[in-house]
């Protein structure tokens, strides 16, 4: 299976600070890297497909970039809305695996 | 707008069979476009794949739960169903359908943009 790695596992920040979490696989998964947002008793929310896509719907502060076996979220400003757990998840291989998560506060 | 739900038991016993079943609506589960899938997650813990279902039944299982896993689809009710044999606790989760979709070309995204709502399931006795 494909290990994916996120860092941090948490990470406290200010309303408006541009925030990256970061995910790497075991693998080069080229670009097969999706991250969603999700928070507490609700199902998952696709934020970024392909490494770098925005999803429907999604606000364009949120950006996804890297390729291979390391990739970035990027929130651009942080908003309260945004706290949350994010996942990043591979699909070059299955099974499909995802990250730990990164759990987002506000200060 | 396609939504999802899940039902079944909350509570199963040890051994026993864990059944679910997704309801889709707002569109066809017989798309060629489309396939279903399962995840769970664990009390205060990541997600999980299952395995996943198209419309004419063929599938693809999570080699960790392969041995205890079937899952089905039913067209004319527009649904799709897990069932997982031989429960422990360590298969308590919330439980989550999905839909993932098919590129024109043919080719499987592994990326979920609906998702039911979940369902918590407990194994105990």
């Known amino acids: 299976d494909i290990q994916m790695t996120q860092s941090p596992s948490s990470l406290s920040a200010f309303v408006g600070d541009r925030v990256t979490l970061a995910c790497q696989a075991s693998h080069d998964i080229t670009n097969y890297l999706n991250w969603y947002q999700q928070k507490p008793g609700k199902a998952p929310k696709l934020l970024i497909y392909?490494?770098?896509n925005l999803a429907t719907g999604v606000p364009s502060r949120f950006t996804g970039g890297g390729s291979g076996t390391h990739f970035t979220l990027t929130i651009g400003s942080l908003q309260p809305e945004d706290i949350a757990t994010y996942y990043c998840q591979q699909y070059e291989n299955l099974p499909f695996t995802f990250g730990q998560g990164t759990r987002l506060e506000i200060k | 707008q396609v939504q999802l739900q899940e039902s079944g038991p909350g509570l199963v016993q040890p051994s026993q069979t864990l059944s679910l079943t997704c309801t889709v609506s707002g569109g066809s589960i017989s798309s060629a476009g489309h396939y279903w899938s399962w995840f769970r997650q664990h009390p205060g813990k990541g997600l999980e794949w299952i395995g996943y279902?198209?419309?004419?039944?063929?599938?693809e299982y999570n080699p960790s739960l392969k041995s205890r896993l079937t899952l089905s689809v039913d067209t004319s009710k527009n649904q799709f169903s897990l069932n997982l044999s031989s429960v422990t606790a360590a298969d308590t989760a919330v439980y989550y359908c999905?839909?993932?979709?098919?590129?024109?070309?043919?080719?499987?995204?592994?990326?979920?943009?609906?998702w039911g709502q979940g369902t918590l399931v407990t194994v105990s006795s």
């Open positions: 999905a839909r993932g979709g098919i590129s024109p070309s043919g080719i499987l995204t592994g990326y979920f943009h609906y």
């Open positions: 279902i198209y419309h004419t039944g063929r599938s």
């Open positions: 392909d490494a770098s």
